[in-house]
């Protein structure tokens, strides 16, 4: 907290590091959130980074408050380019009120920047490579934060190191810590950050984390991917846990095997999850529709980036919601989710797997690189009744896979577990499961499992409203732009404006039907170039949409940005 | 237990009269009824083709699902329930064509199931097409000139990965076909049978005579521990040596090698949730 503290000054900062892919991006967006977090501020970071190992320019945003954020800004407080690439990729976001720290040494002049010479400083500690640690203390010198959490954190993030390399990056650290200090003195940056107590005990997550935690949570025991950015986060972040929760593991050969394992392991009894992005779900397609045909459980995490194609591997877009609609050939039911927050990002995967064991599906959960790759601090995750709601039953002599019934819901009976046997075929079937060319059969089998798609309304997630019930103008969105949008009709309190959040995509909630009919004007906000959730919207609620407020370029939407965007259509005579 | 065990009652069979796969199924219940692997224990994952139909022929477990996609949805079925017996079985065109990149893969990963690829050198579901196992020069309604590529050879590809068993039988020789078969599904791990069989409806070059007079029975003196003579044996393209060609010394088997597995051996469907260990992960992102 900043000592000189006058009224109405910023409760809300916003960092941006800027520098090549291997310049510790990375471990000091890690440090600080980390640390900031400890302190009792609410953080929020998210990248932005291009598809290489090495070089590029990369960068990362951490926003630090006093209350709850997850959106990411267009304004930058305070900026630390690393090198001249950052300087000029992120200059045109640079404000006069911007404070600007570099290395003048590795940085081409830039009027107005502060000199923090890291690599001296780092070297005079023992060694260039320190320069993340000092990065890292003079921000926290800077915000005012204890020098002990700071110096434990490095203690530990480093343990398993020699010690001179340990002391090495606590002299360092402390050195950044003192020039942080010292610039705060200067009263150059002016905020009054409050910190909370509760915050320090939050959970700090990236979306790739609480998708991991949602499949263990809903029983997931088995995971067949392919890498895939950004879908591999979620990939690895159950490989870690995999020796813990004693899962399966499998690195596919490519995306059709992944699926295929995925759905034999269901048969046998696991509970599987893939993951993937647009390109690999393309070639799941397949297996996606053998799912819908063997009426198998089956949840696909499709993490999106921009295509068609390859796109642009590293960055975001909402432009795989009509593939994950209709993806596959022939007709069967699915349920397609899209969490908005990282406890929907949680709580949706955990439900995907009982939702898909109850009514014996493909759910298809949502996601993208914005989501998946930022970090936040929550309170807590919905833990209660945590057991999966296992559907299978033990077979008896008689069993029949495909048994009719009036709901379409047949009891799943697994091989060796009972009397019975236990069969399912991508041809057309009969109740045993067996392949059949019956045509009046194949009708009742269509009914069937077409059936299932209006039962699932029954666990229909309704969309949530956003500000008061009282509007003229609706704002709708779905998946990762909750936050922005939530953040973005704030900022225009006083308007006769809500907004209305998706999370559950196909099939489509009933209860948004009043909420819709009540809006004199619908305006959808999302991140591709088409509109593709607002088509939907129009075609399944008999609604128009006057306004498709897009984004495609690739980045995420930014408060101001829609806010903006916004302000402009409220303020548009009809 | 008897092959007839096996039977399934009132079965409209979809193959043509004489086909190979009817003595394929005769050796398939007859060596599963000498091993005493009851139905409920067994699964059969198929693809799509003639041969791919097998499965629906005898009492089993079924996972028939896509063309080429037996390999997977058999390994992942062995890994969450290693206390089945797993067998993969389809065409030429199913395991080798579409599915031939599984194959590979399959090879690789090494799970303890049993492959057995019906061979007739032709594509019989769609009418006469070439198969990649189809011989040069083998004329067929789309290869009007006739094949001129070279014939995949599963046994060298399967050798050349390390396979941990490598077979070749021929229908005509129930014997041996039965014996293998044993052999290949009391094999710990991935073992390969490919089965010669004609297909007496689009295939007039590879008959059961043309089989008769071009396989022979490998040696006595065949060391299927050796994986050079092994695979010189299996390059032989004039007359084609049956038996077990292959027996990989060094391979583990893939679930065993499973996380899952370190500590408990129970199928995953029969394990809880492990809420303790969420919990403390949870916490652990709470000192963060």
Redesign the interface.
């Known amino acids: 907290m900043h000592s000189s503290a006058k009224k109405n000054l910023p409760e809300d900062i916003c960092i941006v590091l800027g520098g090549a892919a291997g310049q510790g991006i990375q471990s000091i967006e890690t440090g600080l959130t ?1 640390l900031l ?1 400890q302190s009792g501020y609410h953080v929020f970071a998210s990248k932005e980074y291009m598809s290489r190992i090495r070089g590029g320019s990369n960068s990362t945003q951490i926003r630090v408050s006093s209350g709850p954020v997850a959106a990411p800004l267009e304004r930058i407080d305070l900026f630390i380019p690393l090198d001249g690439a950052a300087l000029t990729h992120l200059c045109p976001r640079l404000q006069a009120a911007s404070l600007v720290l570099g290395d003048r040494a590795n940085l081409p002049a830039y009027p107005g920047l502060i000199d923090m010479p890291l690599t001296t400083i780092a070297q005079q500690a023992g060694d260039h490579r320190y320069a993340s640690s000092v990065t890292i203390g003079a921000v926290v010198g800077l915000l005012g934060i204890c020098l002990e959490l700071l110096d434990a954190y490095l203690q530990q993030r480093f343990s398993d190191n020699p010690s001179t390399i340990i002391a090495g990056n606590r002299v360092a650290a402390a050195a950044g810590y003192q020039y942080g200090q010292k610039l705060a003195k200067t009263g150059t940056m002016q905020f009054e950050l409050k910190a909370l107590a509760s915050v320090t ?5 990236s979306g790739n ?1 609480a998708i991991g ?1 949602g499949a ?2 809903g ?1 997931c ?2 995971i ?1 991917s392919y890498p895939m950015s950004p879908g591999t986060g979620v990939l690895t972040f159950l490989a870690e ?10 690195q ?3 995306e ?3 699926i ?6 269901w ?6 999850l893939v993951s993937t992005s647009g390109g690999g779900f393309a070639l799941m397609s ?2 996606l529709s ?1 799912a819908g045909m ?1 009426e198998s459980p089956l949840v696909v995490h499709l993490a999106q980036r921009p295509g068609p194609a390859t796109g642009l591997p590293t960055h975001t877009e909402q432009g795989d919601l009509q593939l994950a609609l209709h993806a596959g050939h022939g007709e069967f039911p699915r349920l397609v989710l899209a969490p908005g927050s990282l406890q929907e990002a949680f709580s949706l995967t955990r439900r995907a797997f009982d939702l898909a064991d109850k009514y014996q599906l493909p759910v298809i959960i949502l996601t993208d690189q914005f989501l998946l790759d930022s970090l936040t601090n929550i309170p807590a ?1 919905d ?1 209660h009744n ?3 709601h ?1 559907q ?1 039953v033990e077979t008896d002599t008689d069993y029949a896979r495909y048994r009719l019934t009036a709901s379409g819901l047949s009891p799943r009976g ?14 057309e079937h009969d109740e045993t ?3 059949s060319e019956d045509l009046a059969l194949r009708t009742a089998m269509t009914d069937k499992r077409l059936g299932k798609q209006s039962e699932l309304l029954q666990d229909a997630i309704a969309p949530q409203l956003l500000g008061n019930d009282d509007f003229h103008t609706l704002v709708v969105c779905w998946g990762s732009t909750y936050h922005v949008l939530r953040e973005a009709l704030g900022a225009l309190k006083g308007l006769p404006v809500a907004g209305l959040h998706f999370s559950q995509l196909y099939p489509l909630p009933p209860q948004a039907t009043a909420w819709l009919r009540q809006a004199r004007q619908l305006l959808v906000v999302e991140g591709n170039a088409t509109g593709q959730f607002a088509s939907l919207l129009e075609q399944a609620y008999d609604c128009t949409v006057e306004h498709r407020i897009l984004k495609y370029n690739g980045l995420p939407f930014t408060v101001e940005e829609l806010k903006q965007r916004l302000q402009s259509l409220l303020d548009a005579p009809d | 237990m008897k092959a007839q065990d096996y039977d399934r009652p009132n079965i409209d069979i979809a193959w043509c009269p004489g086909c190979g796969n009817f003595a394929i199924l005769k050796i398939l219940k007859q060596a599963l009824a000498e091993l005493a692997i009851s139905p409920q224990n067994l699964v059969i994952a198929s693809g799509i083709g003639q041969a791919a139909k097998t499965p629906h022929y005898l009492q089993t477990h079924i996972f028939n699902g896509l063309h080429g996609r037996a390999l997977p949805a058999a390994t992942a079925i062995k890994a969450a329930n290693p206390q089945l017996t797993v067998i993969a079985e389809g065409g030429d065109g199913d395991m080798y064509g579409e599915g031939g990149n599984h194959f590979m893969h399959t090879i690789r990963r090494n799970p303890d199931l049993t492959h057995l690829v019906h061979n007739n050198m032709v594509y019989g579901l769609t009418k006469g097409q070439a198969s990649p196992t189809s011989q040069r020069g083998f004329v067929t309604p789309l290869q009007i000139d006739g094949v001129c590529q070279e014939p995949f050879n599963p046994l060298s590809v399967a050798i050349a990965l390390n396979a941990s068993f490598v077979a070749r039988v021929f229908v005509g020789a129930f014997e041996q076909g039965v014996a293998v078969f044993k052999a290949a599904i009391q094999h710990h791990g991935y073992a390969l049978v490919d089965i010669l069989q004609p297909c007496v409806t689009f295939n007039k070059l590879n008959t059961y005579a043309w089989f008769e007079e071009h396989t022979y029975p490998l040696e006595n003196s065949h060391d299927p521990g050796s994986r050079e003579q092994a695979f010189a044996r299996a390059c032989e393209m004039e007359r084609l040596p049956l038996g077990i060609f292959y027996r990989s010394q060094d391979r583990k088997v893939f679930e065993k090698q499973l996380s899952a597995y370190k500590e408990d051996q129970r199928p995953l469907y029969q394990r809880p949730l492990e809420s303790t260990k969420l919990q403390n992960l949870l916490n652990a992102k709470r000192s963060l």
Do not use: T
Request: charged share 20%; net charge negative.
């Open positions: 980390r977090k005990g939050d959970l700090l997550l984390e935690l263990l949570a029983g025991n088995f067949s846990q995999a020796d813990e929760f004693g899962l399966v593991v499998d596919a050969e490519d059709i095997a992944a295929n394992m995925a759905l034999g392991a048969y046998a009894g696991a509970r599987a397949e297996g053998l063997i995750l833990l945590l057991q999966p296992h299978f697994l091989p060796g577990h009972g009397a019975g046997l236990v069969c399912v075929d991508s041809d499961g067996h392949i």
